[in-house]
């Protein structure tokens, strides 16, 4: 089993800029995959960034230029870097590992940008 624990959401200003945390422990093989999807009320869940373990990255187009998805793949952890925060990226941000065909969620942070 795999646990995905995610931090770093909150209430922050158009323009302004949040770093999400998500700390995996469990059975990570490698090669696998890990990013970020979202889901903002009354819509679907939809991918933001993943990068595998061999460091190919993939961005949204809607936040390409503004977040940037990095990885410590000895402490198993990835990040999203999110500057220039716009109302529309407000949602819950799930963490995702994709390891040997198998998705693993975490339980989610929320993220709101509201002046």
């Known amino acids: 089993q795999v646990q995905l624990v995610e931090s770093g959401g909150g209430l922050v200003q158009p323009g302004g800029s949040l770093r999400l945390s998500c700390a995996a422990s469990?059975?990570?093989?490698?090669?696998?995959?890990m990013g970020w999807y979202r889901q903002a009320p009354g819509k679907q869940r939809e991918l933001v960034a993943t990068?595998?373990?061999?460091?190919?990255?993939n961005y949204a187009d809607s936040v390409k230029g503004r977040f940037t998805i990095s990885r410590d793949n000895a402490e198993n952890m990835v990040y999203l870097q999110m500057n220039s925060l716009k109302p529309e990226d407000t949602a819950v941000y799930y963490c995702?590992?994709?390891?040997?065909?198998?998705?693993?969620w975490g339980k989610g942070t929320l993220v709101t940008v509201s002046s």
């Open positions: 995702n590992a994709q390891i040997w065909g198998k998705d693993y």
């Open positions: 469990g059975r990570i093989f490698s090669p696998n995959a």
């Open positions: 990068m595998a373990s061999g460091g190919n990255v």
